[in-house]
């Protein structure tokens, strides 16, 4: 089943405009708002595979990392982190930055490379201390430190070698293969840290951590930190991203969220406060290269690391992590058109004023709920294991319906799914599509969809566009009529479960585009594959993936980088919405006071 991506969009649209028109009954609601794409979102919720077709998170969820949790940091120094760095939840994703130091300067051809005290051209983070350190050019700026004066940055410290900072700022720059030191062969070292306490995170859907032009970045840059998604220069200054994230919780949110939880090549958490948060479980030596300047495995074109990745396509598994449904921000059910015509959704090109509305959603959700830090938190609903029991009903079977040649069997085939909703005494159209749509939702949901939450009501109006096209189709008088519903139905729903390569062998992996890796044709038709394949000039990405690994095979092109843009426009008018506005950061302690009790809703109400 391979549709392209504008088809899919163009029916996908068409199929939602015929939903809204049709007579659903007296007691179904309205359908949501792009209930197709908040299903999937819910769907692809801390899954690497889901996350990377849809790679244009638009959504924001409270989560939490349980105490005793053991995370990975990469770097090049054996001193542990005192402030604001990243962890990867496998340790292959933290070994591709265990590398020594850079080059010194003058012998790197990147952006970022150098030595202490050395940072990107233009701008960049100001030296602790210096005047523009005091002062923000955005809401959040790029000057501002995220823990105080007494805050003392990596680039301050021996052994400074950022791990999103000089080597995870530009992991793709152009390297001089030959301008090694011998420093190289000693090798970079793992840390590996446990969590004191549970942390309480925001998690930024889709592929939120990698640094493209694709719009990866929109969701962070333009919600959160109120930057410009046309102007900002997507490709690196993640350190300083992180900064302006950590200055968000603590000037804003009153540090109610310790760090935040994205995606890339492997899960990561921007945490805002090492020390704080992690106890050190031990710090290794990585293997260096030898003498013949051969290195050990790891890298973003590395299949080791790549498989270590794929293995938590369905999940980081472990109850590492876990994710409130029951409550969270969307820009799918905004009264906004976030497609435009493209298959992707994207932030540019919306007004401060709308922006501002979402960011103000967002920190309410944020300073209204419970902190899971001090295991406050209400019973919650897995909404996504709701949405994974109507997946694996029908996947598998939709899936199969169009090699289907004959209406009898097509027809038999449709009825068999809506079998058990039918009461063959007493036949009903209406009743057997509201007993299918409603199976796997709770009964205190399915009374009253209207105030149900968000995840219900997209499951709802999910469910109920399958149960009804399968109505059609199994009532159907034509094989054009029901092929041409299950086709509507089908590019409608735009599962990436119908993505996934079948019958890869043990040392295969089914390889998808996942920054800063793999090419165009591997996002529309994923393959089984033994070796990771080179790029060459048909990268996804647009040029930011790794070339061939090998020699001067693994020099990409030297692209120079324009200096990152002060995070914010001018400030976003007073947010005139029907929330009250966020409680300024307590003056004592980490965490204000307990919240007003949390609105019913975000967002446009239904």
């Not at 028109?21 to 949501?32: N, R, S, W």
């Not at 990975?72 to 760095?85: A, F, L, P």
């Not at 990147?110 to 983070?125: D, I, K, L, T, W």
């Amino acid at each position: 089943m391979r549709l392209s991506s504008l088809s899919l969009f163009a029916a996908s649209a068409a199929f939602e405009t015929a939903l809204a028109k049709t007579d659903l009954g007296e007691t179904a609601p309205a359908p949501l708002r792009n209930a197709n794409h908040v299903f999937n979102a819910i769907h692809s919720s801390m899954r690497q595979w889901g996350s990377s077709l849809n790679h244009n998170g638009m959504s924001f969820f409270l989560a939490a990392v349980p105490e005793g949790t053991q995370l990975y940091h990469g770097r090049s120094s054996n001193e542990s982190v005192k402030g604001m760095e990243w962890l990867a939840f496998e340790p292959e994703h933290a070994l591709v930055f265990a590398r020594p130091r850079g080059p010194p300067p003058g012998k790197g051809k990147g952006p970022g490379r150098g030595g202490p005290g050395r940072r990107p051209p233009g701008q960049g983070p100001p030296p602790p201390g210096s005047e523009s350190n005091s002062k923000s050019k955005g809401t959040h700026g790029w000057g501002k430190l995220p823990h105080g004066d007494g805050y003392r940055s990596d680039w301050d410290r021996p052994g400074w070698e950022k791990h999103h900072g000089a080597d995870r700022q530009d992991p793709m720059a152009k390297r001089d293969l030959k301008a090694r030191d011998d420093r190289d062969t000693e090798g970079g070292y793992l840390h590996t840290y446990r969590t004191k306490h549970t942390l309480s995170l925001l998690y930024i859907d889709g592929m939120s951590a990698g640094k493209t032009q694709k719009g990866t970045l929109d969701s962070t840059d333009a919600i959160l930190l109120q930057v410009d998604a046309n102007e900002h220069n997507a490709h690196m200054w993640d350190f300083e991203r992180g900064q302006a994230l950590c200055n968000l919780t603590r000037d804003e949110w009153g540090n109610r969220v310790d760090g935040f939880l994205r995606m890339e090549m492997g899960f990561e958490i921007i945490l805002c406060d090492f020390e704080k948060h992690l106890d050190v479980d031990r710090i290794t030596q990585t293997k260096g290269r030898n003498s013949n300047g051969r290195g050990p495995p790891g890298g973003f074109g590395d299949m080791t690391y790549y498989r270590a990745i794929a293995s938590r396509f369905d999940g980081l598994g472990g109850d590492r992590v876990t994710v409130d449904y029951d409550d969270f921000i969307t820009a799918f059910t905004y009264d906004v058109d976030l497609f435009n015509g493209s298959s992707l959704p994207r932030l540019a090109n919306f007004t401060n004023e709308t922006l501002a509305v979402m960011h103000n959603d967002v920190t309410q959700l944020v300073m209204s709920r419970p902190s899971p830090a001090y295991d406050r938190v209400p019973d919650t609903t897995d909404w996504q294991a709701v949405v994974d029991l109507v997946i694996n009903r029908y996947s598998d079977r939709l899936e199969w319906f169009p090699s289907i040649s004959d209406l009898d069997t097509l027809r038999a085939e449709a009825e068999a799914l809506i079998t058990p909703s039918i009461d063959y005494s007493n036949r009903s159209s209406a009743a057997e599509i509201e007993r299918c749509a409603t199976q796997y939702l709770p009964s205190s949901s399915s009374r009253s969809l209207s105030t149900a939450p968000v995840a219900a009501q997209a499951i709802y109006s999910v469910s109920h566009s399958i149960c009804s096209t399968l109505v059609r189709m199994a009532n159907a008088t034509t094989f054009d009529s029901a092929s041409s519903a299950l086709n509507e139905l089908v590019s409608y729903l735009q599962w990436s479960t119908w993505k996934r390569c079948r019958g890869c062998s043990p040392e295969e992996v089914c390889y998808i585009p996942i920054w800063p890796a793999g090419r165009k044709q591997d996002y529309e038709n994923p393959q089984c594959q033994s070796s990771l394949p080179s790029n060459g000039n048909d990268s996804y990405w647009g040029g930011w993936g790794p070339g061939p690994r090998g020699g001067k095979k693994g020099d990409l092109e030297d692209d120079k980088y324009p200096p990152p843009p002060p995070y914010g426009p001018s400030p976003p008018p007073p947010y005139d919405g029907p929330y009250p506005p966020p409680p300024s950061p307590p003056l004592h302690g980490d965490f204000p006071p307990p919240p007003p009790p949390h609105p019913e809703h975000h967002g446009p109400r239904w």
